[in-house]
């Protein structure tokens, strides 16, 4: 008694027995039994580590199967009923109730052979219990490295009935937080542990949520809720719809980069083409905004409907707009308080400017009102032109703009005409020009432009007093011709003047060779004087000239020619620049290999004056 029971001691024991070496046998035939005693707190069978020591572990089986460690604290058990528990001696009624922090390595299953439904179907639980009972703690179940925690998923407990679901990842040093938390209500907040909606995606707070709103997107810088469908098929978008019309509307993009907005039974009602082109009852607009349909602007009740145009928050603006159908249409403008009407069209097609009650086709009152305008004819006794004729006097002196002036010939002519014998008005004072648009007063000259053979002439007509015919009539200061070219007669004068130049408008680029350089040799230049007695139309300037002969520069150097409709050439003295700037490279080219050798022979001659004066001493 008292001492360390032996192999021997359970061999003398035990029948059948045996010893093997260092090893307790029993017979196969019979099985070995324990016997534990009816004593709870004894142990059916003692391990231990030294024999003058206490037991390290001890196995026993009163209350199920059971692994207590050195103190009598139970560390694992299997119950009766076949419970297991790590850290217990109550699985709780669980299959298995782990208590304390674990680690699990590789893949762990729970599952159950349950498909009645779903609430039969949640027999078997994995469950991290939070023992403590007290609000606001958390149970973690957590995904680790080696060195470090990872990521987890806890439950915090709310209330007794209330729990709140985390989910937490670590990015960089530091403690594990929360970046999606399903709260007890059943909002999922991503980025905010406080979800005001069924989702609530946060990327830093911008202020209050309404109540109503079902999802959140909220941020303080740019964001957005992107959509992506494949490039050249399909379309995306959001769709509304109630009851069976599940899908009734909605707000789509298609693959061509165009927005669409539906209704009823999903059809496009308001389209936005992918190059800003908008149209509503139409998918095709040509034009900025494109209506298929009536547009109609309506309100039930005396007061108008309007069309306001004007800035935002400015208090001057436009009204176009109606009282009634017998009103016609009102235009008004002015600030709050004065916005008073400015036009007015009426239901039998009159317009007024400055009167709401206009008496003719166009009313004009007020400081702008013209009576005197005339658009049916104008004075004219010798044509039947149409055209406008201003008289503010109703006298002789007025303005004249018409159509098909003289003799049938069509044109369009202004003209200004003043009576200075105080008698009517005659052809005489008429001036007389198919396809010309012209400016007259008698006696004092007329300048007037003229079609003529596609071209445009630009002249200035003196008129002699008490004469008829103009003098200089055929001269033009100005052509402007159909390709482009413009003929100035007399000098022109200007601050400075540019040629088109750039690379990207020029191809077959080559640089000028000596040979066309040489060509400068042929050239001959001359001292002249203009026949202006023979051309005067063309008022050539008086004196001495310098210059070329077009027809002898057009024989060195054809490209700088050009000829009018006329034949009368003319010289593109800009086009010898090139020339004469690769002419004055070579000539500085062949000045300074004279100037070399020029030195190499002064270095030659004093050298040879050195040796003279040496060999004469």
Request: glycine residues 12%; charged residues 15%; negative net charge.
């Amino acid at each position: 008694m008292g001492e360390v029971p032996t192999q021997q001691h359970f061999y003398d024991m035990i029948e059948g027995l045996f010893l093997q070496d260092d090893t307790v046998y029993k017979d196969v035939n019979s099985g070995l039994a324990i016997q534990a005693g009816i004593d709870t707190d004894k142990t059916a069978l003692l391990l231990y580590t030294e024999a003058t020591s206490d037991p390290a572990w001890q196995l026993g089986i009163a209350n199920g199967f059971e692994l207590k460690d050195s103190a009598g604290n139970t560390q694992w058990m299997v119950t009766n009923d076949g419970n297991v528990g790590v850290g217990t001696n109550d699985p709780a009624g669980k299959k298995l109730f782990v208590q304390g922090d674990t680690r699990l390595s590789g893949s762990v299953e729970v599952w159950n052979d349950q498909v009645e439904g779903i609430e039969n179907s949640w027999l078997y639980d994995l469950q991290l219990l939070n023992v403590q009972e007290v609000d606001n703690t958390f149970s973690r179940m957590m995904f680790n490295s080696y060195s470090s925690a990872l990521a987890a998923i806890g439950a915090n407990r709310v209330s007794e009935y209330q729990g709140d679901l985390h989910f937490q990842t670590r990015n960089g040093p530091g403690f594990l937080t929360t970046k999606m938390h399903i709260r007890h209500d059943g909002n999922v907040g991503i980025g905010t542990t406080n979800p005001v909606t069924k989702l609530h995606v946060q990327d830093g707070a911008m202020g209050t949520i309404p109540e109503n709103a079902l999802a959140v997107f909220e941020s303080n810088q740019t964001r957005y809720l992107q959509l992506m469908i494949p490039a050249t098929t399909y379309e995306t978008g959001v769709l509304f719809g109630k009851g069976a019309d599940y899908v009734n509307g909605g707000i789509i993009y298609d693959k061509d980069n165009a927005m669409h907005l539906r209704t009823g039974g999903n059809q496009t009602r308001v389209f936005v083409h992918s190059g800003g082109n908008v149209g509503i009852g139409t998918i095709t607009p040509d034009s900025t905004l494109t209506i298929d349909g009536t547009l109609g602007f309506y309100r039930n009740g005396p007061s108008a409907v309007n069309v306001t145009v004007g800035y935002i928050n400015y208090q001057d603006y436009l009204t176009i707009g109606t009282h009634s159908m017998a009103d016609g249409i009102q235009f008004k403008t002015g600030a709050t308080g004065s916005h008073t009407t400015k036009m007015w069209i009426a239901n039998n097609g009159n317009v007024g400017i400055g009167t709401t009650s206009p008496s003719n086709t166009l009313h004009v009152a007020g400081s702008a009102f013209m009576n005197s305008l005339d658009i049916a004819k104008p004075r004219n006794v010798n044509g039947t032109s149409d055209g406008i004729a201003i008289n503010p006097d109703n006298s002789l002196n007025y303005i004249e703009l018409t159509y098909d002036y003289w003799g049938g010939s069509h044109g369009l002519l202004f003209n200004c005409y003043k009576n200075t014998n105080g008698g009517s008005l005659s052809n005489s004072n008429n001036l007389n020009h198919a396809n010309s648009v012209g400016d007259y007063q008698s006696g004092a000259g007329a300048v007037v432009f003229d079609a003529n053979g596609g071209n445009m002439y630009f002249l200035i007509s003196g008129h002699s007093s008490g004469k008829d015919t103009p003098v200089n009539w055929d001269g033009s200061i100005l052509t402007l011709q159909r390709g482009g070219n413009a003929t100035f007669k007399g000098m022109v004068s200007a601050n400075g003047s540019q040629l088109y130049s750039d690379a990207r408008f020029k191809k077959d680029i080559t640089p000028i060779t000596t040979g066309l350089i040489a060509k400068l040799d042929q050239l001959q230049g001359n001292t002249y004087q203009w026949r202006n007695d023979e051309f005067t139309e063309r008022n050539f300037v008086e004196g001495t000239q310098l210059g070329f002969i077009a027809q002898e520069m057009q024989e060195v150097f054809p490209e700088l020619v050009s000829a009018d409709s006329d034949g009368y050439l003319s010289i593109n003295y800009t086009g010898l620049i090139p020339v004469l700037t690769e002419a004055h490279k070579q000539q500085q080219q062949n000045i300074e290999a004279q100037q070399a050798q020029i030195d190499s022979l002064v270095v030659r001659m004093v050298a040879l004056e050195n040796m003279l004066a040496a060999a004469k001493n």
